[in-house]
């Protein structure tokens, strides 16, 4: 076992590097019909009441109620297009997991690092981290993040079923949570995999 810094590092038999399946992720893009999305996002702003049309001490005209509007209708689609860049990834990395788990069983070397009653051993955030020390490139997406997101929703919730809460503070802490509690479901303590030993490709479908 390896040690660096605070980081325990399970030992992987042989000297070659180990292949792993590839990492699909399939993209989420933009719809077909950003008409929808922003006309969506217009009735969220509208129904939550975001903009108001009069402060204390003065009436907000209209046409600067309309831009600001629009505004914050674009800000909802820019966060939830976010959101769902981030499920997308969690939903690959997520099924990633799984077909690794079953190349570890079908091979004699790596089966046993799985085993939580053989210490050291790697958990399912094993392979979170795994990614991380291997710098796939994830731009604008937090791989713990991605995977907490994938964790609380099976399905990526439509824009008309989010709240703005949700979109401007929740999904971040919801996402840390559902993640760390995932995470923690491994027995104590885990190792990370040596990430010299181990290959695999980033797909983006």
């Given at each position: ?9 399970v ?36 129904k ?11 009436v ?8 600001r509007?629009?505004d ?5 689609v ?41 210490w ?6 094993s ?6 020390d ?54 104590a ?15 983006t479908?």
């Amino acid at each position: 076992m390896d040690i660096i810094g605070d980081r325990k590092f399970v030992e992987v038999p042989g000297s070659g590097l180990l292949e792993l399946p590839p990492l699909l992720i399939h993209d989420g893009g933009h719809p077909k019909r950003m008409d929808r999305v922003m006309d969506l996002a217009s009735k969220v702003v509208d129904k939550e009441d975001l903009v108001p049309s009069h402060t204390l001490d003065s009436v907000v005209p209209d046409s600067e109620v309309d831009r600001r509007k629009m505004d914050m209708a674009i800000n909802l689609v820019d966060n939830y297009f976010g959101m769902l860049r981030h499920w997308h990834w969690g939903d690959g990395i997520l099924e990633w997991i799984r077909q690794c788990e079953t190349t570890f069983e079908y091979d004699m070397r790596l089966r046993a690092l799985l085993r939580p009653d053989i210490w050291p051993h790697a958990g399912r955030s094993s392979f979170v981290r795994l990614i991380g020390d291997k710098s796939v490139a994830s731009p604008g997406v937090d791989i713990e993040k991605a995977v907490g997101l994938r964790l609380a929703f099976r399905q990526p919730p439509p824009l008309h079923c989010v709240s703005d809460q949700f979109l401007f503070y929740l999904n971040g802490t919801l996402a840390d949570t559902a993640y760390h509690t995932w995470e923690q479901m491994s027995p104590a303590p885990i190792s990370s995999l040596p990430p010299e030993r181990f290959n695999f490709q980033l797909v983006t479908m």
